[in-house]
């Protein structure tokens, strides 16, 4: 086995998995926590497919990949789904503007 000296992968991994047990373990942070932490997995499962699909294994990188955005876009609904009501909503305002200017 190799040790190249640099620890910085271990600290974060025993970071990210503290975080991940006192989410768990503390009821008023665990909202807080699997929030960002289910952001956070969903941002790195599509870092870790377009990696997979980079380096040539096409087929598991671009499951992964297509999970991951499923993923990021289920947890983003509460963002998504407004901006495209809004968008809707101007979209017809500026249709129903042109409509008027030609009749």
Request: proline share 2%; hydrophobic share 60%; glycine share 16%.
């Amino acid at each position: 086995m190799r040790n190249s000296g640099s620890k910085g992968l271990a600290v974060i991994l025993i970071v990210i998995g503290v975080l991940v047990i006192t989410g768990k373990f503390i009821p008023l942070l665990s909202h807080v926590f699997g929030f960002f932490f289910g952001l956070i997995i969903a941002a790195a499962m599509i870092a870790l497919g377009y990696y997979g699909i980079r380096r040539g294994n096409a087929f598991f990188g671009w499951i992964v990949l297509i999970i991951g955005v499923l993923v990021l876009l289920s947890k983003l609904a509460w963002l998504i789904v407004p901006a495209i009501g809004i968008g809707i909503v101007l979209y017809g305002i500026s249709v129903f503007r042109h409509g008027r200017r030609q009749g």
